[in-house]
């Protein structure tokens, strides 16, 4: 029986005249740390709103746990277990760490203030629970926008640029937290710029480019394949604007 806890075949979408992501297959093993990577307008995001419903693909399926998903609504998705963050953080400022924790709980756990002060934990904000969003550091923001994901109680979590904006202090922290979801057994993709955080993390990467898959393997590899380099830097090596 397969491990697979998503597989994606064999993807399209269009925008006008623009086919942003063409025909884009891949699996992720339960437990999988997969790192998505590509220059600036790859399709890379467009890629994790189709797998988590906010967008419909023009063809092509995607199946999580081994059931069909293609189309289903975001809400639904979190329902059976999946889930994700955004690059811009969505918390609800005036409110605090444990009742920003709180609203996904109430949908997914009977005791959703032991979850919301369990993930606290995890996301290392368990002192900061009766502190309002908006007077959290950046970096603390971030880590709550993945713990509001967490309390959604997910399999599958979608990690969109989580390193972005943050300093070496908070990418040390955020990198211990990442690593320790995937101890706890929740899959990961994981979307990022920030090459040397994402390869100490992921276990495969894939890289897109003009919405196609060029290149899928292990992190030592990606940085020798001639085509990935070409994407980044260009056939010549003039960076790509």
Do not use: W
Request: glycine share 10%.
């Amino acid at each position: 029986m397969s491990n697979d806890i998503l597989e994606v075949k064999n993807l399209i979408k269009r925008f006008g005249g623009l086919t942003a992501i063409d025909d884009v297959s891949f699996t992720v093993k339960q437990g999988e740390c997969l790192g998505i990577i590509g220059p600036n307008g790859a399709g890379k995001t467009t890629l994790f709103s189709l797998i988590s419903g906010f967008l419909k693909p023009d063809s092509g399926s995607i199946y999580f746990k081994g059931k069909e998903i293609t189309g289903l609504s975001p809400h639904k998705l979190v329902s059976m277990g999946l889930t994700r963050t955004f690059q811009l953080i969505k918390v609800f400022s005036n409110l605090t760490v444990r009742e920003n924790l709180c609203i996904p709980g109430m949908a997914h756990s009977k005791d959703y203030e032991g979850v919301a002060e369990e993930v606290a934990r995890k996301i290392h904000l368990e002192d900061y629970l009766d502190t309002q969003a908006k007077n959290l550091s950046h970096g603390d923001l971030k880590k709550l926008s993945i713990g509001i994901a967490l309390a959604t109680e997910p399999d599958l979590i979608l990690l969109d640029e989580p390193f972005a904006g943050l300093n070496p202090e908070e990418i040390v922290d955020l990198d211990k937290i990442i690593d320790e979801m995937k101890k706890d057994g929740v899959t990961q993709i994981i979307i990022e710029h920030r090459l040397k955080e994402l390869f100490n993390l992921a276990d495969r990467v894939i890289v897109l480019n003009f919405g196609k898959t060029i290149f899928e393997g292990s992190p030592e590899e990606v940085v020798r394949d001639i085509r990935v380099i070409e994407a980044y830097l260009g056939k010549k090596g003039e960076t790509n604007a």
